[in-house]
């Protein structure tokens, strides 16, 4: 492959295939710190310098955009629930005090995919894969989307109208649109529902205008934390999005017409993604993963160039230091959120049942069908009582639903036989 620059010519072209990514990624990014009370421009700075990262690791060959990821919300709401608002009787109220440590819990969660990533260059794909079937990983994919719905519908049901009005949105372009308007219905329904809250008089601008126009995107006081229990909790889902992490770059080799789990490979693609989570997680942000949208883009265009995937990433990156448009997009009304994350979260466990299709895993065969059975019920069921505490070392540490979930369908994947899973 022809060596290219890290970032191209700044035509207006080049300019407008950069801010098409941006516009791709932009709607699922944001959201992640709107539904966590993480910092936005934090996030972009992450999901802008992470993408950086990765591609410096991956030798600048593949076009991915990392932002952020979905999977660890589950794990978030777990360490760090949102607290209640006196005034509205919501919980929408950030946990400052415990968000820097699910941020610790992430920094660690991103070691686990560098531990893949020496796995697979030591041992090959297929041998290390055969420890994360698709019918371990399809049904924790679909219990993230499930433990997630009751907080949609809480921040849905603050205001029907604009959580339908998103939903409808959402929905329409995606059956609908055509071209770009397919490609990002997210940031589409957010627009337009929010425009819809600023006629109706259900936005409140006081933050915006005492906002600064530039600032560090960083907080010392957002920065991780580590505590052992949050750790435990967030790591294993960093199995759910491996698995992800690895679809998604076989689809873009797809779309472009190059294997990159060849070249660069397989294990330097895990190592940018665990890095760049690391990294988020340390300054304060979501985990990374590799961003489905920006493939569309990628088929869209036809344009496979990934110097104009960095250019997005500088964007983000510029965006990141602007407290002013932080504070604007920190005024969507929760109504808002709780539309998109309606579909959005349905969406997380059907890519689950995909994974699960797919890979025609049978479920006449008793061993899978206890494997994913355990999965669900343990999930769902620690979840709700608010997961598996216990002590080791003096040290109290909680385990969430989709961390025993995730333990025990490894653990059971290993030890029951009939293990004939092929990649």
């Not at 802008?48 to 991915?64: C, R």
């Not at 777990?78 to 950030?94: F, M, N, Q």
């Not at 219905?185 to 819809?196: E, K, Q, R």
Request: hydrophobic share 55%; net charge neutral.
């Amino acid at each position: 492959m022809e060596k290219q620059k890290f970032l191209p010519n700044l035509t207006g072209k080049n300019m407008l295939l950069g801010f098409q990514h941006v516009f791709a990624m932009f709607g699922a990014t944001v959201l992640v710190p709107l539904i966590t009370g993480l910092n936005v421009s934090t996030t972009l700075l992450a999901a802008g310098a992470g993408t950086l990262l990765f591609h410096f690791i991956t030798k600048g060959k593949v076009p991915a955009f990392l932002g952020s990821s979905f999977a660890f919300l589950g794990g978030f709401a777990v360490v760090a629930p949102k607290l209640l608002d006196t005034t509205t009787g919501e919980y929408t109220i950030p946990n400052t005090e415990m968000l820097p440590y699910a941020c610790g819990g992430v920094v660690f969660a991103g070691f686990m995919y560098v531990l893949l990533a020496f796995c697979v260059k030591a041992f090959g794909v297929k041998k290390v894969m055969k420890f994360f079937p698709p019918v371990v990983t399809g049904p924790i994919i679909i219990s993230i989307g499930l433990i997630l719905a009751p907080s949609a519908i809480t921040n849905a049901s603050s205001n029907w109208i604009l959580s339908i009005t998103a939903l409808s949105i959402i929905i329409i372009c995606n059956i609908w649109g055509k071209g770009m308007i397919k490609i990002i219905p997210i940031l589409l329904s957010v627009v337009c529902t929010y425009i819809l809250a600023l006629v109706c008089g259900w936005v409140d601008f006081s933050a915006v205008q005492q906002a600064a126009w530039i600032g560090s995107p960083i907080s010392q006081a957002s920065m991780a934390k580590f505590d052992i229990s949050a750790i435990i909790t967030i790591m294993p889902i960093a199995l759910a999005s491996m698995m992800e992490h690895i679809g998604d770059i076989a689809a873009i080799s797809a779309t472009t017409g190059e294997n990159y789990i060849e070249d660069p490979g397989l294990h330097r693609t895990l190592l940018g993604d665990g890095i760049a989570t690391s990294f988020a997680g340390l300054i304060g942000g979501p985990a990374n993963t590799t961003y489905g949208e920006n493939t569309g883009v990628l088929a869209l265009t036809k344009v496979y160039d990934p110097s104009v995937v960095r250019l997005a990433a500088a964007i983000a990156v510029i965006l990141s230091i602007i407290p002013k448009f932080d504070a604007i997009v920190n005024t969507i009304p929760p109504a808002i959120i709780g539309g998109v994350s309606l579909i959005l979260y349905g969406m997380i466990s059907a890519v689950g049942v995909r994974n699960v299709v797919e890979n025609k895993i049978d479920f006449s065969n008793s061993r899978n069908l206890i494997i994913a059975a355990v999965i669900l019920v343990s999930a769902l069921g620690f979840n709700s009582t608010g997961g598996l505490t216990f002590k080791i070392l003096g040290a109290s540490v909680t385990l969430s639903g989709l961390a025993i979930a995730a333990i025990l369908g490894i653990f059971l994947n290993a030890i029951l036989p009939g293990n004939d899973y092929n990649m």
